[in-house]
């Protein structure tokens, strides 16, 4: 008789990989904002108290969240793999600073790269907190949670349990491309307006995605994808949304649109230095590594 997980084995590699990691980022989302709609509906009538539980409950979700995909929980056939999957491993200090270092350069160039974007294509608007009557301390809390959600289980989802299965099985490059095509595409379920974003999206999760490989963990991706979303998020919110500037077919290339593509060439520069002795510090640092 065939059972469940022998036909699931039976799938493809890069089929089970990309299902997985879907499901994981899903589900994970799902639950985030049932948390949110209920403890909006739970107080209700103390408001400013919103925020402060909101963070408290989200915490402690994000931790059952992220030890249950660490291999944490039942069933236990399964906690090795799940362990496996995430690929969450300890990092020493000089790894550390590389993989900041450099995912820091490359989310540089990034950001130059955005504002040389919007200027061949027509963004469409990107807004927080658009259709919802927030406190300011309720709409701070819940910015900074989604940003710690977002690094927390799009990483699990994207960078690790979809990600590592496909490097060994195809190896980075392809892996990366995959993963990355499919990170920016998803994000068409936030919206319409998410639709000139989405290649953009798939650069960063590129970004990203190479730091998982050289490092063989997703902690700094979780970090920097998190404090990027933040720091993103808090200038939306303050700022107002991105604002209207000329595109290049309609006004010409000027200066201000050549020292972005300078921006973009600079920073991407240093980051592929840093990516390289980032790759030098992790070879060290697995030789060094008992087997």
């Known amino acids: ?113 955005l504002l040389v974007w919007e200027r061949l294509i027509r963004l469409q608007t990107w807004a927080m907190f658009s259709n919802l009557h927030l406190s300011f301390v309720t709409a701070l809390c819940f910015l900074l949670a989604t940003a710690a959600e ?26 990366i491309a995959i993963v990355s095509a499919i990170f920016g595409g998803i994000h068409i379920a936030n919206g319409y307006f998410e639709l000139t974003w989405l290649f953009p999206y798939a650069i960063f999760g590129a970004v990203l995605g190479i730091l998982a490989y050289l490092t063989n963990s997703i902690l700094p991706s979780v970090v920097l994808h998190a404090a990027g979303d933040a720091v993103r998020f808090l200038l939306v919110w303050r700022l107002g949304p991105n604002p209207r500037r000329p595109l290049v077919w309609e006004s010409g290339a000027d200066a201000a649109f050549w020292l972005r593509v300078a921006a973009v060439i600079l920073f991407g520069a240093a980051a592929g230095w840093a990516y390289r002795k980032l790759a030098a510090v992790t070879r060290v640092e697995s030789a060094s590594r008992p087997s």
């Open 150 to 175: 977002a690094g927390v289980v799009e990483e699990a989802a994207f960078r690790g349990y979809m990600q590592a299965p496909l490097e060994k099985r195809y190896g980075p490059v392809v892996a």
């Open 1 to 113: 008789m065939t059972t469940a997980p022998t036909i699931w084995q039976r799938i493809p590699v890069a089929l089970r990989a990309i299902v997985t990691g879907l499901l994981v980022v899903i589900f994970g989302a799902l639950g985030w904002s049932i948390l949110f709609i209920t403890t909006r509906q739970l107080t209700t009538s103390i408001s400013w108290a919103t925020g402060p539980a909101f963070v408290v409950l989200g915490g402690a979700y994000l931790w059952g969240y992220w030890r249950y995909l660490g291999g944490t929980g039942w069933p236990r056939r399964t906690a090795e793999s799940r362990r496996q999957s995430l690929r969450a491993r300890k990092l020493p200090g000089a790894v550390w600073a590389w993989a900041l270092c450099a995912g820091t350069l490359a989310i540089l160039s990034y950001i130059a790269f």
